[in-house]
């Protein structure tokens, strides 16, 4: 070998002088060949081939464990099983699926492409690396579900679409997920940075979620969402937001929330059009030192709170700004404050408050025109017992704003009504508790300022008989009115000198007469506004029957066989 007289680092060119000189040059390019086949060979081993990867494949596998001398469940190391989650996302293909086997996974989650990431097993536990959000939604018709998320410092699941504030979200659903921790559990059409999203979202599911330990819970901006079967506790702030969605109809429905936190808020409504609000239950501290709000309205049109069952809190619905509401078939029970508090700070306010059950507060229901923007609020068909004061009418309320038929006021300890105001206030047809009236001319719950308040004619108990022979009479009482009467109050009848009966083989609850007692007693709902009872006694003998409604006196009346 002969070295090239070009100083004394210059390259050497190995010429063979020798049949052994070119031996040794060949076993020198063949060790060099085997050694760069291998390391290739290595390398497509341990890393999937660039032209597969572009592919994608339909079905992806993730499992901590995987690893590339490992059996990885059959599966293909690097083709369609991997460690990571965001290498799984990288090799499916669009409209595929990438399974989450149970295991820790530490990784700053981004979805860019239609997927479904699904954890079909417990266990599949993702907790941020360095991100502000720990699984980062960037793309459109994405399924998220299963997984046990920890949050970043921003939010737990972020979705922000293909591209934020220039493609519009849409499809995205969230179901199944256990997430802990973040400033927001779940929050769509926002950044990390908060920037708020201008085009509209649409399609969003955020199902059958367990949110817990985040300021706020669940937030969606500017979106037509669908919030259900979420269990949402121990938040700092907020269970469930829906902020400037003007143009879209969303719906939470069939939650729990739990408040205990200073001035948290179990549902938020700001500037919100057709949002329904429906069959949610929310418990919340009654603890004056702990105030805390079920449901903070703020700028709402046609917006529907219905069958919600609202247990404690300080204020069960507080509006702070005027809007337009159905308010159906609730029960609100224990708020410190009041349970309902409707006005017009900003605002017209257009509400009808109708067949809510409203007991145990302060305040049941406070109305409003404080700020003169205009009130119009029919109240019907409600129950407001056991409350401090039933229905208070603010000195701002003039005459025709406010109109109240139909309702139930039993055992309110200061007042049934109060009304503040000079305005004279259409209250007839309600029932108060006796057949003779509210206080302080009848026996029944006070109306107080009776002088400006119509409350004649009330509902009384009304009760009609009708033999249907061998014996049996049927009974039928109700709450009658002149104009509108009081629906679906259940009512206890009670017999002397007979038995009940019921051919319809219903069953009520029934008690027997004690020692000592003569009569029977059995609690009836009303159907249709009626309750009815079938009674015996024996021939030519009197029955008397008499009827209340569990407030105050009843009626009796007389029944001869």
Known sequence: MKAVPNGPW????????????AKRSATVKAWRLGLTTGVLLISLFLWPHPLARAAGRGEIWVDDNYCPTCANDGHTWGSNAFSSISRGIDAVAPGGIVHVLPGRYVDDVRIDRPCTLSADLLGAQLAPRLGDATLTVAANNVTVKGLEVTGGKQAAILIVGPAFQNDPIHDVAIRDNTVRGGYFGIAANIDAARNYGKLPAAGLQINDNTVMGCTRAVYVYNARAEIVGNAISDLGAEGIGIYSSQDSTSTIRDNRVNVDAVDACAVYILDNWATSVDGNILVGSTDILTPTTAFTLYGYQDLLLANNTVDGFYWGASACTGGSARIFGNTFRNAAAWALNLGAPVTTTLVTIEDNIISGSYWGLKLDDDAGWGLQAKVMDNTFSDNIIGVQLAASVQEGQAELHGNTFCGNLVAGLRNESEARIDASDNWWGASD?????????????????????WARIAVSTRPVGDGRVVVTGALKGSRYDVPSRPLTFTVEGGVFVDPAGASHSLRAPARGETAFVVT????????????????????????RDGCGPGVSVSVRN
């Open 10 to 21: 210059a390259p050497v060119e190995f010429r063979p002088d020798s049949d052994s000189d």
């Open 437 to 457: 009236g509210p206080r302080p001319y009848g026996s029944g719950d006070l109306v107080e300022d009776a002088g400006r308040v119509q409350v004649a004619p």
């Open 524 to 547: 009836v709902p009303a159907l249709a506004g009626e309750a009815q009872v079938t009674v015996a006694g024996r021939r030519g003998e009197v029955m008397r029957v008499t009827v």
